[in-house]
Structure formats: C-alpha cells, structure tokens
C-alpha cells in the first residue's frame, strides 16, 4: 500500500499561522470522499477542535514542528508507506489514542511478517513488545492486545478509511475492506 501524501506543512490548516519551532502540531489523515483520495492535515494542537473533516479520519499523531534543514530531502517524506505510517505513529514522541495505538499493533504485525522488524523483548512493565527497524535500528515499543475478532474488526475499519471499501468503488482490487464506520473519533 503506497500513499502519495506532503510532507508536514509550515502552516496549520485551520488558522494559518504558521508554525514555530517545537510547536506541538497534529497530523491527521483523512480520506475525502469528494476526491476519492487520503490527505494529510496538519494543526495547531490548539486549533484541533476547530478542525473540520472532510472525511473519516484514518489516524492522526502529535508531533512537534522542526524546520526543514537546508540541504534535507523533503522528496523522500513523500511517500507513505506501511512501513512510513509505522514509523512515524510508533515513535515515542507521538501520543496515539486507543485506536491508533490497534493500527500500530497491525501495523507491527505486518512490518514482522515482512521482516522489517524485529523482536527484541518486552517492556520493563511488561506492557509492550520491543522490536528494533532493520534499516535504521531504532527501536520501537508496541503495546500487544489480544488479538481477537473485535481487534480485527476495528483495524478493518480503520484500513478501508486509507485504502477504501468495495462499496466505495475506491478500493484497490487486492486491498479493499469492507465493513468501514462513516467517522472514527478523534479521540484525546
């Protein structure tokens, strides 16, 4: 699954202020079913109620704002991939709610299977699973649910916002989901 999405903005969407360095700035995705396509939104975390969607929400994190280094390649950013979206929900800086937290948990999952992760232990508390990135050799912990019908379900829903349901005629011909709620919360 490869998403074609901006980097993080300068400015946020709902003010337009621009965004200072080490501002706390929360980046949603968000698939829009007037042009059928995922967008990135990024705002203010102050800002974030007055935040309209104009589609259901797939994840969003909080980051903080660094500018952009002068000989840095934004090209690279562009990009979203399974592995991307890890990287940069998992990071420990980000606060993810309950259901981002579950796409992760998949997201992990999947990075195992494909052998881009690795296990490395748990957690002091014994709460999440350690796996160290083959590329960078960061490391990342990723709290481990059960991983019922329920947890399934929820992450379904969750996909089909990226990547579209069969009954949206948007979903690719091996990615589809079905089932998808028509707005995941926010969340705080």
């Avoid at 990287?87 to 997201?107: I, K, M, S």
Wanted: glycine letters at 6%; aromatic letters at 6%.
């Amino acid at each position: 699954m490869d998403l074609n999405l901006p980097g993080l903005a300068t400015t946020c969407y709902v003010t337009g202020e621009a965004f200072v360095e080490d501002e706390r700035v929360v980046s949603l995705l968000v698939r829009s079913e007037a042009e059928n396509t995922v967008l990135r939104f990024d705002v203010k975390s102050e800002a974030l109620e007055s935040f309209e969607s104009p589609g259901r929400i797939a994840c969003r994190w909080f980051q903080k704002f660094k500018s952009r280094v002068e000989n840095e390649n934004p090209e690279r950013d562009l990009k979203l991939t399974a592995e991307n979206l890890f990287l940069t929900l998992a990071d420990p800086a980000n606060e993810l709610n309950e259901e981002d937290a579950r796409l992760v948990q998949f997201l992990a999952l999947m990075m195992e299977r494909k052998r881009l992760i690795k296990p490395k232990g748990v957690s002091e508390d014994g709460e999440r699973t350690v796996y160290e990135h083959r590329g960078t050799k960061g490391r990342y912990e990723v709290r481990m649910d059960n991983l019922d019908p329920a947890f399934f379900i929820a992450v379904q829903e969750q996909l089909s916002v990226l990547v579209g349901s069969p009954n949206d005629g948007a979903a690719d011909t091996d990615g589809g989901v079905a089932g998808a709620n028509p707005e995941l919360p926010l969340g705080t």
